[in-house]
């Protein structure tokens, strides 16, 4: 798990720590995060850190004073933590295929989004906070209405499980990738696969939306391509 919060690296482990890493590539603390791998990190605004865990919990980090602000717990081993834009919401999810949504301030649960039928291995909001989208093992990439919390679309086209999620900025496109290798490419409003690409010889592992129309993605083939 990596994040970039408060110009710094920020990565999580097997063995249950975040490790901090500066602009010169030097280490810096390590924070005591989990009692579990940690599989998910994610910046906050106000400068804070989320992650998530297979111990089942999601916490909230003081990145200034290196302290936990907030603790949550879900019923399943969790393997990805998201942040809306405004930072008002929290949304975790894992094995159990159901996605697990707080209120950041105080941590009080809004509500369980459930349509996966296994394990849920990726969330990303869209940059304009509309959707929530959430991918797993069903080969399924499913938005949500954050406002209403109802289920707005359910994407299929994989064959195998989606592993990767990025948004454009302007939220107009929504980019996925799994263990099929297949880099896709989805409009949301219209609920239509504008392209599919056979990216990687393996499992896609990460994606990312750059400048312009440029997407960066990586696979466990140890290629990263720019598109």
Known sequence: ???????????????????????????GRILAAHEGGVNGLVAVPGGHLASCSADGTVRLWD?????????????????????SPD???LAAAGTSGTVH????????????????TAAVNCLAFSPDGA???????????????????????????????????AWSSDSSRLA???EDGQLSLWSPAAGLRLLSIPAHNGTVSSL????????????????????
């Open 101 to 116: 949504v707080w209120e950041r301030r105080g941590g009080q649960p809004i509500r369980q989004l459930r349509a996966h």
């Open 131 to 165: 959707y929530l989208a959430s991918a797993g093992a069903d080969q399924a990439v499913v938005l949500w209405d954050v406002k209403s919390g109802g289920l707005a679309r359910v994407l299929e086209g994989h064959t195998l499980p989606v592993t990767a999620l």
């Open 87 to 89: 930072g008002a919401v």
């Open 208 to 227: 990312a939306f750059g400048p312009g129309d440029t997407l960066a993605s990586g696979g466990y083939d140890r290629m990263v391509h720019l598109w």
């Open 176 to 178: 996925s990738g799994g």
């Open 1 to 27: 798990a990596v994040a970039y919060a408060g110009g710094k690296l920020y990565t999580g482990g097997a063995d249950g720590t975040i490790r901090e890493w500066g602009p010169d590539g030097l280490p």
């Open 63 to 83: 990145l200034a004073l290196g302290q936990d602000l907030l603790k949550l717990r879900a019923d399943t081993e969790l393997a990805a933590v998201a942040c």
